[in-house]
């Protein structure tokens, strides 16, 4: 089964970090661009950060850019999104989600909510 | 940015009946390549979303054939020809053309 699973939210002070992952099974991890889409509570869906299949291209939302890195680890099957500086517009649910060849989030995982407050 | 815009935000349908969900954008979503990036995303109560329709009218795999995706350039419609009370959820569409991908901001289906 085509599964990912998001880990690593929970609650931060403002300007605090966190590193969220994304453990992805049942494909073959390294054939795939994947990504981070937030959801603050109530509210719509953002696109945050994509990373290609070979790291070679990484794009970010202005919201994001210089605060956020994303990476992977093709030999764990592993997505991360590191989160410095950390405001309270930042709290949502983030999920990671896959691209499939020329398209855009078929898979998605269950995510996993950051909360940002003092 | 691409902005998407849908109407309506808010779509109160009875069960049996069709639905409509229309998305513009502000630039057309032709791609280079001669594709048309436009998604469709369904997200159920506290559940994470789900792709229907993929480049215009593309189903998901698993996805009912009540829900057919149409248009182009920059007029799409998400249609529900009966509408059951597992579509319960709020509908986005999404660009994958132009950087940075952008989202629709939701239309709520409620069951009338």
């Known amino acids: 089964e085509v599964q990912l699973v998001e880990s690593g939210g929970g609650l931060v002070k403002p300007g605090g970090s966190l590193r969220l992952s994304c453990a992805a099974s049942g494909f073959t991890f390294s054939s795939y661009s994947m990504n981070w889409v937030r959801q603050a509570p109530g509210k719509g869906l953002e696109w945050v950060s994509s990373?290609?299949?070979?790291?070679?291209?990484?794009y970010y939302a202005d919201s994001v850019k210089g605060r956020f890195t994303i990476s992977r680890d093709n030999a764990k099957n592993s997505l991360y999104l590191q989160m410095n500086s950390l405001r309270a517009e930042d709290t949502a649910v983030y999920y990671c989600?896959?691209?499939?060849?020329?398209?855009?989030?078929?898979?998605w995982g269950q995510g996993t909510m950051v909360t940002v407050s003092s | 940015d691409v902005v998407m815009t849908q109407s309506p935000l808010s779509l109160p349908v009875t069960l049996g009946q069709p639905a409509s969900i229309s998305c513009r954008s502000s630039?057309?979503?032709?791609?280079?390549?001669?594709?048309?990036?436009l998604n469709w995303f369904q997200q159920r109560p506290g559940q994470s979303p789900r792709r229907l329709i993929y480049k215009v009218s593309n189903w998901d795999s698993g996805v009912p054939d009540r829900f057919s995706g149409s248009g182009s350039g920059t007029d799409f419609t998400l249609k529900i020809s009966r509408v059951e009370a597992e579509d319960v959820g709020v509908y986005y569409c999404m660009q994958g053309t132009h950087w940075p991908r952008t989202f629709g901001q939701g239309t709520k289906l409620e069951i009338k």
């Open positions: 630039q057309s979503l032709v791609y280079s390549d001669g594709n048309t990036y």
């Open positions: 989600a896959r691209d499939p060849p020329t398209d855009a989030f078929d898979i």
């Open positions: 990373i290609s299949s070979s790291s070679s291209y990484i």
